[in-house]
């Protein structure tokens, strides 16, 4: 069985036009499956408008609970606690669910065991078809835990979707930055495509996810973004990316044509089929398909 081509799109920072260029490139694939792994602030379906037919819970993490009726007020919770998760009403001690971290103390140090520790299942994970093909995606709850464990789930139904649908490929929007969910979002993919800016603080950025990515040894090619609002900070990200042996899939322009596409829930395919960033658009989906190695089999 042939094995889909995995892309994630990454970039060491937010703001850089990341899921804006996923999603347009989600409009030039064909026979693929989408996936939002920003699970901390999935907004991909804004753009692709997904139709949600499935949902489930997902869980991760842990809260304590206290049972008001075994509870003494004897304190030693709160006293114990390094989170200050633990607040008294009227006398009736309640954890705060957003400040408490599972760990568990409370539990062992209360001498009436009036404390417990519970699954939270705050997490959500969304099964949807878009107008470009199935998509798959999550969000995580008000300070829960465990976006990583989150992220490969959603991987592992893409990879699913794919395989059930015989699709090509899977495209999918990473978080921005280089922590757990990232890591989660690289694991065993087959490209990297890093977005970045022509800004000191993009190329600081970039150079940290390169970093990052090397480790796990996932090609990595470059998308610059607005790269003509600094012309010399571009000549400079290309002069040492070309030092590094890391290529440049393309250089997309800065246009309020985009400002006007987000507005109106549209790609830039959509809005402007034949304009200046969607032929460079164009150009880069091109490149991405042809440096598409043999199908593995599994």
């Given at each position: 069985?042939?094995?889909?081509?995995?892309?994630?799109?990454?970039?060491?920072?937010?703001?850089?036009?990341?899921?804006?260029?996923?999603?347009?490139?989600?409009?030039?694939?064909?026979?693929?499956?989408?996936?939002?792994?920003?699970?901390?602030?999935?907004?991909?379906?804004?753009?692709?408008s997904?139709?949600?037919?499935?949902?489930?819970?997902?869980?991760?993490?842990?809260?304590?609970?206290?049972?008001?009726?075994?509870?003494?007020?004897c304190?030693?919770?709160?006293?114990?606690?390094?989170f200050?998760?633990?607040?008294?009403?009227?006398?009736?001690?309640?954890?705060?669910?957003?400040?408490?971290e599972?760990?568990?103390?409370?539990?062992?140090?209360?001498?009436?065991?009036?404390?417990?520790?519970?699954?939270?299942?705050?997490?959500?994970?969304?099964?949807?078809?878009?107008?470009?093909?199935?998509?798959?995606?999550?969000?995580?709850?008000i300070?829960?835990?465990?976006?990583?464990?989150?992220?490969?789930?959603?991987?592992?139904y893409?990879?699913?979707?794919?395989?059930?649908?015989?699709?090509?490929?899977?495209l999918?929007?990473?978080p921005?930055?280089?922590?757990?969910?990232?890591?989660?979002?690289?694991?065993?993919?087959?490209?990297?495509?890093?977005?970045?800016?022509?800004?000191?603080?993009?190329?600081?950025?970039?150079?940290?996810?390169?970093?990052?990515?090397?480790?796990?040894?996932?090609?990595?090619?470059?998308i610059?973004?607005?790269?003509?609002?600094?012309?010399?900070?571009?000549?400079?990200?290309?002069?040492?990316?070309?030092?590094?042996?890391?290529?440049?899939?393309?250089?997309?322009?800065?246009?309020?044509?985009?400002?006007?596409a987000?507005?109106?829930?549209?790609?830039?395919?959509e809005?402007?089929?034949?304009?200046?960033?969607t032929?460079?658009?164009?150009?880069?989906?091109?490149?991405?398909?042809?440096?598409?190695?043999?199908?593995?089999?599994?």
């Open positions: 069985m042939e094995k889909p081509f995995e892309i994630v799109m990454l970039s060491g920072k937010g703001g850089t036009g990341k899921t804006s260029i996923t999603a347009s490139l989600a409009a030039l694939a064909e026979n693929a499956v989408f996936a939002d792994c920003d699970v901390d602030a999935a907004d991909l379906h804004l753009l692709l997904p139709v949600i037919y499935q949902h489930e819970k997902f869980t991760s993490g842990a809260k304590a609970e206290i049972n008001s009726e075994k509870c003494t007020a304190r030693l919770c709160k006293e114990l606690c390094r200050n998760a633990i607040e008294v009403k009227d006398n009736i001690y309640q954890i705060d669910e957003y400040a408490c599972g760990c568990g103390l409370c539990v062992e140090a209360c001498p009436v065991k009036a404390i417990s520790i519970n699954r939270y299942e705050n997490n959500q994970l969304f099964f949807s078809n878009c107008r470009f093909g199935p998509m798959i995606y999550g969000k995580l709850g300070a829960e835990e465990n976006s990583g464990r989150l992220v490969s789930k959603i991987r592992q893409a990879k699913e979707t794919a395989l059930k649908n015989k699709a090509r490929y899977i999918i929007d990473g921005p930055g280089i922590g757990c969910p990232v890591i989660s979002s690289v694991t065993g993919t087959d490209l990297v495509v890093a977005i970045t800016e022509p800004t000191l603080s993009g190329w600081h950025d970039l150079q940290r996810l390169i970093e990052m990515i090397g480790r796990f040894r996932t090609p990595v090619q470059v610059i973004n607005k790269y003509d609002l600094n012309e010399d900070m571009t000549s400079t990200i290309e002069t040492r990316l070309k030092s590094e042996g890391i290529p440049i899939l393309g250089k997309i322009p800065y246009d309020d044509a985009m400002v006007y987000l507005l109106d829930s549209k790609t830039m395919i809005a402007e089929p034949q304009g200046t960033i032929n460079e658009l164009k150009k880069i989906w091109n490149t991405i398909t042809s440096i598409i190695y043999e199908p593995k089999s599994i």
